[in-house]
């Protein structure tokens, strides 16, 4: 076991030979053991297919090898690399603009292919070869609306707000790039600025 969350359990295994990255949703007492199962199943099945279906896009994410709804798990490449929330907190300025850089480039490529992430923070992106690629997509939509693309981006503000505080700057360089890779990314920011005003009055 490398990890475990609130959800779900990491562990490496080996498939095929090969050895790779087993994410497992665990049950949970308190659901209803019928209605557990079925979202379990349901998150996996989201997260492989849209693993998948971004990388297709040429948003980076892991290989997804085998998925197995039964026991909610997905077998998938491990990324060997730093999260970017920590890379982040190490990096000097050239580094940090980089970076930033490449999430705008990336959320905008995921959002003009009509995907949205649905838990954009800078825990769910790891650094590899100058490379940013998402992981835990069990939130994210397919068809994906104006107002989720909105939510996408507010949170990683939030993230950004929460863990980086001192690098406010990084994600105005994202939503610079993001504004300048995907025609509607004007639209959408209007509408994180929306989100915000909702916000502060409700
Ligand atoms: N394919 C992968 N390669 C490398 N590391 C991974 C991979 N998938 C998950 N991890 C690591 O495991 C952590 C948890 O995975 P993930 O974010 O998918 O699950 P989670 O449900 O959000 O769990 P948590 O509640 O702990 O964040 C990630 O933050 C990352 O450090
Ligand atoms: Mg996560």
């Known amino acids: 076991m490398i990890r475990r969350g609130a959800e779900a359990e990491i562990r490496r295994d080996e498939f095929m030979g090969r050895q790779v990255l087993v994410k497992s949703r665990v049950p949970k007492s308190y659901r209803h053991p019928a209605l557990d199962q079925s979202l379990r199943a349901h998150r996996t099945r989201v997260e492989a297919r849209l693993l998948q279906e971004a990388r297709s896009c040429g948003v ?59 838990d954009l923070t800078t825990s769910n992106m790891i650094l590899r070869d100058g490379r940013v690629f998402f992981i835990d997509l069990s939130l994210g939509s397919k068809a994906a609306s104006l107002e989720e693309m909105g939510v996408d981006l507010h949170l990683l503000r939030e993230a950004f707000q929460s863990a980086h505080s001192d690098m406010m700057y990084a994600y105005d360089i994202i939503a610079e ?26």
């Open 60 to 118: 980076p994410t892991p290989i997804v090898y085998d998925l197995d709804t039964v026991n909610a798990e997905i077998w998938m490449q491990e990324i060997v690399g730093p999260r970017a929330k920590d890379a982040l907190m190490k990096a000097g300025p050239e580094e940090v603009r980089a970076i930033s850089q490449e999430i705008g480039r990336m959320v905008a490529r995921l959002h003009s292919h009509g995907m949205t992430h649905g």
């Open 177 to 202: 790039t993001y504004a300048r890779e995907y025609a509607g990314g004007k639209e959408v920011l209007a509408k994180v600025r929306d989100i915000e005003e909702r916000g502060r009055y409700a």
